[in-house]
DNA sequence: ACCTGAACACCGTTCAAGT
DNA sequence: ACCTGAACACCGTTCAAGT
């Protein structure tokens, strides 16, 4: 058994570590009580190491908002694209599996579409990009779609999509930040919204 | 000219000037950036005064949270209440009114409508007494006017209401945390959000 | 490409002592 | 009901020096 190349100490792919690690520290306590000491010590590492990879903590916070993106990309996309359900049924799926993931990940999703590094976003990934992770252009399309087969009017389906949207990131917010009473009655909410919306969009 | 009675040192409700500056600064430049220390330093105290007042750095803006829901009370009860103006028109411009003072006050709506103090809001202020400061009961109350009139279903009046400010919520926060492209059709955009929601909810 | 260790400026908070 | 001043633990970040 030949060992590795021993690489001095024992890290090899660091980077990627700590995007990881900040990730699921970040799910599960949040962003603001995480700290920079907490995560090399974590890793077994020194805490200068960090800055062999990031400018400094905000930049490891937007590439775990990076890698938050692409988590959501591959979970979104596919139900979009299933042509096997009808567009009303697409519809009704992608919103509950958006609010699914705003309830098991709220530090995650508040990270992902909240107000941190507003500035940066705008500077490193073009608005297309982002919105192409978020799935936005995936919800155009599935627009797109219900306008051809009549279901909904023709109006331009980037401000239905906006529309769509704000509905459900508004009710995913209100509900994770404590601000909805009845929060038991939330599958009525859903359902009733999904009803306003797609009657509302004829 | 009688002068006051010599307060010891130059300060007699030093209470209500923190609450004051503290929204204000917190209004500026947002909440993450504001340090006891400036705040104390601005109002010509000693950095230790504030816990004469207030137990914590929290429990300071628990209070200035309780301010931002007064002065939002202020503002929006009376478009509600105003009986000159027909539902649809209210409802219209109680949308507005609310989206304005998210884009003119973005730090102090993210204050007010965000994650912070999920904990202590549910503890202090009943969920009753906040969605009253917030205005939705009067959301509801406008909701159950149109229910009378026939313009909208007759639905619990809650969960329409709950729908409706999640939908607007959603727009305002998207809106100021940068996440929507072409904030510049902003105006369009909200208009159709209007239409969707009366045609919807009849 | 990492490590150790010391240091810096900046926090919120506490305390002892005054007036 | 305030003040001064020192102190504490905790940050992110930098630097000098190693391997």
New binding site residues.
Partial sequence: MKEKKT?????????EELLQTALEMIDKEGLDT?????L?QR???????????F????A?ILGVIEKGYEHLNLLFTPIFQDRTHSVAVRFEAMGRAYLDFAIEHPNLYRLLFGENFRQEREEICDYKDENQATGLYALIGLLTEAQEEGIIAQVNPMVQAAMVWASIHGLASLLIDGHLIMSDNMEAIYEYSIGVLLKGLQ
Same sequence: chains 1, 2.
């Avoid at 400018?55 to 905000?58: F, G, I, T, V």
């Fill in positions: 690489s001095p100490y024992h890290h090899g792919n660091l980077k995480i700290t920079l000491r907490e090399t890793l077994g590492t020194s805490r200068t190491a960090v800055y062999r990879h400018a400094s903590k905000e490891l």
